[in-house]
């Protein structure tokens, strides 16, 4: 369990949750307790960093040179009008 910088009832923690948050953004660790005891029930941490998203991580593959017209013989077909 991790270390916890400061403990709040559940009537606090609902009143400033948004202050809370940013505290824990911050890197704090806050316990949040039923009633007035100092035994946290919750605890509330950052979150862990996410990954940055990579870009470009297909360039390099085979993409047809013709993919833009694949299979488009076979979609006009499809619209062809046969109830004559």
């Known amino acids: 369990m991790p ?21 824990a953004e911050r890197g704090q660790t806050i316990g949040i307790a ?12 950052a979150a862990p960093a996410r990954r940055r998203r990579q870009l470009g991580w297909m360039t390099g593959s085979a993409v ?3 993919f833009d017209t694949l299979g488009h ?3 006009a077909a499809l619209f062809e009008d046969t109830a004559a």
């Open 3 to 23: 270390t916890i910088d400061h403990v709040v009832t559940v009537h606090d923690a609902k009143t400033n949750l948004s202050r809370l948050m940013v505290e």
């Open 34 to 45: 039923r009633g007035s005891g100092n035994e946290p029930t919750v605890v509330l941490t």
């Open 64 to 66: 047809p040179a013709d």
């Open 73 to 75: 013989d076979e979609i």
